[in-house]
């Protein structure tokens, strides 16, 4: 079994910054990818940024700039810096890992509770 545990959402004004953490635990051989997804009201989930093992990285075009994704492998945790905010960023934050797990090279996608991020006007 594996976990994710999120942190680091709250409220912040336009402009301003917030650093989101995910950590992974439980049965992990090997992560393979880990990113942030985001869902706002209405809307759709959506790819935020998202990083492999081999530190490729993807960005949702709308955070170009702004954000930025990084790990900690020794920790298997991710963490998504996202500076000058903006209301349209508000939206529940959740992360994800593509895992393999000890005893299988099948990939296994996993994800976190959500985080709330609120960016006020």
């Known amino acids: 079994q594996v976990q994710l545990v999120e942190s680091g959402g709250g409220l912040v004004q336009a402009g301003g910054s917030l650093r989101l953490s995910c950590a992974a635990s439980g049965s992990i051989f090997k992560i393979n990818a880990m990113g942030w997804y985001r869902q706002a009201p209405g809307k759709q989930r959506e790819l935020v940024a998202s990083i492999t093992s081999g530190s490729s990285t993807v960005y949702a075009d709308s955070v170009k700039g702004r954000f930025t994704i990084s790990t900690d492998n020794a920790k298997n945790t991710v963490y998504l810096q996202m500076n000058t905010l903006k209301p349209e960023d508000t939206a529940v934050y959740y992360c994800?890992?593509?895992?393999?797990?000890?005893?299988?090279?099948?990939?296994?996608?996993?994800w976190g509770q959500g985080t709330q991020v609120t960016v006020s006007s």
């Open positions: 994800n890992a593509d895992v393999m797990r000890w005893g299988s090279e099948i990939n296994y996608r996993y």
